[in-house]
């Protein structure tokens, strides 16, 4: 379920100008591995 909420925001972020929700998950150290290696984006693209 974590990868693909990642996956939207993933594919959503570069809509948007300001996105808040990258900067936090830049700052998680967890999150950011999960979202740099996400496996569903992987699968799908």
């Given at each position: 379920m974590v990868?693909?909420?990642?996956a939207v925001i993933s594919l959503t972020?570069?809509?948007?100008e300001n996105n808040e929700a990258i900067n936090k998950i830049?700052?998680?150290y967890?999150?950011?591995t999960?979202?740099?290696n996400n496996l569903l984006l992987?699968?799908?693209l």
């Open positions: 990868y693909a909420i990642l972020a570069p809509m948007i830049e700052k998680s967890i999150c950011k999960m979202y740099e992987k699968i799908i």
